[in-house]
């Protein structure tokens, strides 16, 4: 194993605290994983790694060599790249995470134009509504929607999400259609309930240039924005959904818009990736694409 890769193994380990890990994440063996670290610790004549029965952690001397591993890291796939973009182009593997909806409905049908246009990448799409762990799970990029947490991760703004307020014939012939917020007493929502937190998520709108909330009552709550449009389908109660998310249901007349004057906050979306002196060619063009299509699709 040459410098660079043993390089690539120690930082994994130090961002996963696992060898475990670490090695899944790599599709290497453990076994070569704690070789590889070995081998690095004898060629620099320090240890770089303390080791527990429970986790993994930098020594001092790791720490800091953690932080010039990156920087080599960064520059050795910059220099590598710079030989590649007029002949072969972007290549390697990239590990994308966003949410599910985003990515089945607007992402993986415009897929295959991308892979088309660059042939030497290939894509780990990983859908969920759950915030995972950029760097412990060794994913280069993840598309994040709302409002963002400091995490220390770059962020690249990709827009926004309009959301409007949504029901089903069925439940407005049994309940009316509310016009304006105050009409929503004696109506139900379904509720949304943050797969990270826990949290339920208050019915919004905006009036008047502040944001106002209120707690509707519903029956039914759930944890993903899939089994929210089909409560709502089913007729369980109002919902506020991205508009992208339910226009084919609405143009099919299985979902009405309501309230059209009383919409909550756009909601940001931002690709979020380690930081790095510089950014691998395959995860910028990824990064470029990505921003085209999504604002393609929310327009």
Request: with cysteine; charged share 25%.
């Amino acid at each position: 194993m040459d410098r660079i890769d043993l390089f690539r193994v120690f930082a994994r380990v130090v961002e996963s605290a696992s060898f475990t890990h670490a090695a899944d994440t790599l599709g290497m063996p453990r076994s070569s994983v704690s070789a590889a670290i070995q081998e690095l610790e004898n060629r620099l004549g320090t240890r770089l790694l303390a080791r527990t029965t429970r986790s993994v952690a930098p020594t001092p001397d790791g720490a800091a060599f953690y932080d010039h591993c990156l920087r080599l890291i960064a520059d050795m796939e910059e220099a590598e790249s710079l030989f590649r973009r007029d002949s072969a182009g972007p290549r390697g593997l990239l590990r994308v995470d966003m949410p599910g909806r985003v990515g089945r409905l607007l992402v993986a049908p415009a897929l295959p134009a991308f892979l088309q246009r660059y042939p030497e990448i290939s894509i780990e799409l990983g859908v969920t509504d759950r915030a995972v762990n950029l760097v412990e799970d060794g994913i280069d990029c993840v598309l994040r929607v709302g409002a963002l947490e400091d995490s220390g991760l770059i962020a690249r703004r990709m827009g926004e999400l309009a959301l409007i307020n949504v029901a089903s014939p069925a439940y407005l012939a049994r309940r009316g259609t509310p016009r304006r917020p105050a009409d929503l007493t004696g109506h139900e929502a379904v509720h949304y309930a943050s797969p990270t937190t826990g949290r339920v998520e208050e019915w919004e709108w905006v009036e008047d240039g502040m944001t106002r909330t209120t707690c509707l009552p519903g029956r039914v709550s759930v944890n993903s924005a899939e089994a929210l449009v089909a409560c709502c389908l089913a007729g369980l109660g109002l919902i506020q959904v991205p508009a992208y998310d339910v226009r084919h249901h609405i143009q099919a007349g299985e979902l009405v818009e309501v309230m059209p004057r009383w919409r909550a906050e756009p909601l940001p979306m931002t690709l979020l990736y380690p930081h790095r002196k510089h950014l691998s060619h395959r995860l910028q063009v990824f990064a470029d694409w990505l921003e085209h299509i999504m604002a393609a699709a929310v327009a």
